[in-house]
């Protein structure tokens, strides 16, 4: 019975007949290395088989006016990187009463999104907190090729959200996938 073949070889490999089992410990791979499926099938218009990136971590995020930044009491921000998808949620709270009109945007999000024409996304949702009954709930989008949020509303004449739906001591929750 034949368990495990070393290729002493420059390059050499280790090939195991059944499987890898650790009872400790970590599986390290090398940098730019992954989890190879292609054994698997698979549709047609698959680009890769390769699971190559894993990564959990903290931003935070800054909200802005249009190209006026928002002062804040409080902003955090957490992130999953999942091969291409980059998974996010946080909060943030306002802290300045001034008057702003401009789009709502939510910048400095940890991994630009793909830039290829066309990849907008459109995964996830904002919740301003007002401290009134009209809280304002929307959508979150991402323009391809950028690390931001735009909030559109909901409906058929989705419009984008201005800044000052973030009121002043008052947060907004945030949550949203896009593509790398």
Do not use: C
Not at 32 to 39: L, R, V, Y
Not at 57 to 82: E, H, L, M, R, W
Not at 141 to 147: D, I, K, R, S
């Amino acid at each position: 019975i034949t368990a495990l073949t070393l290729d002493m070889s420059d390059g050499g490999a280790a090939t195991f007949a059944k499987g890898i089992t650790l009872t400790t410990g970590n599986l390290a791979l090398a940098s730019g290395g992954g989890i190879d499926f292609s054994a698997n099938s698979n549709q047609s218009g698959m680009s890769s088989e390769l699971f190559d990136h894993y990564e959990e971590g903290t931003f935070t995020p800054q909200p802005y006016s249009n190209v006026t930044q928002i002062a804040t009491s409080s902003a955090t921000g957490f992130y999953t990187k999942i091969g291409n998808r980059v998974f996010i949620n946080g909060s943030l709270t306002r802290n300045d009463t001034a008057s702003l009109t401009s789009t709502f945007q939510l910048r400095n999000l940890p991994f630009s999104s793909n830039s290829t024409s066309g990849n907008q996304n459109i995964g996830g949702g904002l919740w301003f907190d007002t401290a009134s009954s009209t809280d304002q709930v929307a959508f979150a989008f991402v323009q391809n090729g950028e690390n931001r949020i735009y909030a559109k509303t909901l409906g058929l004449s989705a419009a984008y959200v201005t800044a000052d739906a973030l009121e002043h001591g008052r947060p907004v929750y945030f949550s949203a996938m896009y593509f790398v």
